[in-house]
């Protein structure tokens, strides 16, 4: 049985922060689960790219306000607590946390991540072998 909490881990190389958000990254690959879950902030008054071409991601909002644009299409979703959106074709996107306040959000990854990954300049997670 693995128990982390949230606090411990915020300690450790498990919080990545980065310029619109930061990241404590819960559960990793190395705990081979096959996916891996974060608690992800977005910082208020940002717009974040993000285009994950090798995961597929669902994320539940908890706290904060915002919006999600789908880049294909112009779609724009509103963001709240309860909201939970999937990224099931890898769909590209702005995140939009333009509400004043921080998102938090609860995302799972699939495949799982190694824990240091941030965005790349296309909004990529590299996949890792």
Request: aromatic share 8%; glycine share 6%.
């Amino acid at each position: 049985m693995i128990v982390r909490t949230l606090e411990e881990c915020q300690k450790t190389e498990r919080r990545v922060v980065a310029e619109n958000w930061e990241s404590v990254r819960m559960l990793l690959r190395d705990d081979n689960m096959g996916f891996s879950f974060h608690i992800t902030t977005i910082y208020a008054n940002t717009d974040t790219h993000i285009h994950y071409q090798n995961h597929l991601e669902s994320v539940y909002c908890m706290s904060g306000e915002g919006e999600i644009e789908t880049t294909d299409d112009g779609k724009v979703y509103p963001i709240k607590p309860g909201t939970l959106y999937i990224l099931d074709k890898h769909d590209e996107h702005q995140l939009r946390a333009n509400k004043g306040v921080d998102m938090v959000m609860a995302c799972v990854f699939n495949p799982p991540i190694t824990g240091q990954e941030t965005h790349d300049e296309n909004g990529v997670y590299p996949l890792v072998d």
